[in-house]
């Protein structure tokens, strides 16, 4: 398996495909953990739930008119930065709004994840000298409804409650492409953490909608097989299940403990966990119930491994053989040229560490 993640422009696969989605619509609480089941069946100690299937529109060039979106997915080649993008209601037109590339990064040009606010039409226009612009509408909340049974009782991992992938509406099939899996499953040990945000909105109202899309964006615009972080954790401190790794119930490993590659910190995947916090803390720090579930998972997940959070290692990608010297828990700028994980929780990354290895 190639260590770096692939970049290839818009697919209208999540068009095509987006009939048989599962996904959640309504606002998730804790008490709400589902687990994948054939079709049809209804083991114990569940109970049936509707959920909307994640609905996209693809398009060309620099503006489109779309289904009432909750995000927009651009991607294009040249100039990273320089992008910018109007948004529509209706009738009512917004502003120009410059595009923050977020945490994801391509080769040979630039792609965002922008949250659209459920508008109907949009703009865009790309940094001078870009080509080969791609848009993708990503409606998350209003598709036809789907039944999936979700369990009674929550899910742990080393007393950390999280929220199972089929809980927040991760349709497997975004994990296929022409009938199998995009990006097979390989695990090595683990040696260190990273930790992300999202670069999305602060406030949201319904983060399970927000995951569906960064997995849709991630899973099929930019063709990596799956969502890119192992874990992600809502400003309410609910942490949820992010890459696929088995069918063993234990969520980013593998029955023998090794973590599964992901696709979360180009070139640097493999061996390295990814938690990634939703919303924008550039200039806002977490809330006090994000930083304590980051806080407790990264404690669970050391203490499983035999890490210490407060350590420097010199990582060695099991893959390639490059290596880097970075923090036992880092953030995604210690690894690569970006902002994330946004500089107010950069610099709260000393106070997390030291509180994980107490």
């Known amino acids: 398996m190639s260590e770096t993640p692939r970049s290839r422009p818009l697919s209208r696969r999540g068009v095509l495909g987006a009939a048989g989605a599962v996904t959640v619509g309504a606002a998730l609480t804790p008490d709400a953990f589902a687990a994948a089941t054939p079709a049809g069946a209804r083991p114990a100690g569940t109970a049936p739930r509707k959920f909307p299937a994640t609905r996209t529109e693809a398009a060309t060039g620099t503006a489109a008119t779309a289904l009432a979106a909750s995000y927009v997915a651009l991607r294009w080649t040249g100039a990273p930065d320089g992008a910018s993008i109007r948004f529509a209601n209706g009738t009512q037109a917004g502003t120009v709004k410059p595009v923050t590339c977020g945490c994801a990064t391509v080769e040979g040009g630039g792609t965002a994840l922008v949250p659209a606010g459920d508008a109907t039409a949009y703009e865009v226009q790309a940094p001078e000298g870009a080509t080969d612009v791609r848009s993708l509408a990503i409606d998350t909340t209003d598709g036809p409804r789907e039944t999936f049974q979700v369990p009674t009782e929550p899910t742990r991992v080393r007393g950390v409650r999280y929220l199972s992938r089929p809980?927040?509406?991760?349709?497997?099939?975004?994990?296929?492409?022409?009938?199998?899996?995009?990006?097979?499953?390989?695990?090595?040990?683990?040696?260190?953490?990273?930790?992300?945000?999202?670069?999305?909105?602060?406030?949201?109202?319904?983060?399970?909608?927000?995951?569906?899309?960064?997995?849709?964006?991630?899973?099929?615009?930019?063709?990596?097989?799956?969502?890119?972080?192992?874990?992600?954790?809502?400003?309410?401190?609910?942490?949820?299940?992010?890459?696929?790794?088995?069918?063993?119930?234990?969520?980013?490993?593998?029955?023998?403990?090794?973590?599964v590659t992901a696709f979360h910190t180009g070139g640097y995947?493999?061996?390295?966990?990814?938690?990634?916090?939703?919303?924008?803390?550039?200039?806002?720090?977490?809330?006090?119930?994000?930083?304590?579930?980051?806080?407790?998972?990264?404690?669970?997940?050391?203490?499983?491994?035999?890490?210490?959070?407060?350590?420097?290692?010199?990582?060695?990608?099991?893959?390639?053989?490059?290596?880097?010297?970075?923090?036992?828990?880092?953030?995604?700028?210690?690894?690569?040229?970006?902002?994330?994980?946004?500089?107010?929780?950069?610099?709260?990354?000393?106070?997390?560490?030291?509180?994980?290895?107490?």
């Not at 953490?193 to 927000?210: C, E, K, L, R």
């Not at 899309?213 to 992010?242: K, P």
């Not at 491994?305 to 010297?325: E, F, H, M, S, W």
């Open 167 to 259: 809980a927040w509406g991760a349709d497997e099939s975004k994990r296929y492409k022409d009938g199998v899996v995009n990006s097979p499953e390989v695990y090595y040990p683990l040696q260190s953490i990273t930790v992300h945000h999202t670069a999305g909105v602060n406030g949201d109202p319904d983060p399970a909608a927000t995951i569906r899309a960064i997995y849709e964006y991630h899973a099929v615009t930019l063709d990596w097989g799956d969502i890119g972080y192992h874990f992600l954790i809502d400003e309410a401190g609910n942490v949820y299940e992010g890459r696929y790794s088995g069918d063993d119930g234990v969520p980013g490993f593998d029955a023998d403990g090794r973590v």
């Open 269 to 358: 995947n493999s061996g390295n966990l990814g938690i990634a916090l939703l919303g924008d803390l550039t200039a806002t720090g977490p809330t006090p119930a994000a930083k304590e579930s980051l806080t407790r998972l990264i404690r669970a997940i050391a203490r499983i491994k035999g890490l210490d959070p407060q350590a420097r290692i010199t990582y060695v990608n099991p893959v390639n053989g490059v290596t880097k010297d970075v923090p036992v828990v880092s953030g995604h700028r210690d690894w690569l040229a970006t902002e994330c994980p946004g500089q107010t929780m950069y610099d709260l990354l000393g106070e997390v560490r030291a509180a994980a290895a107490r």
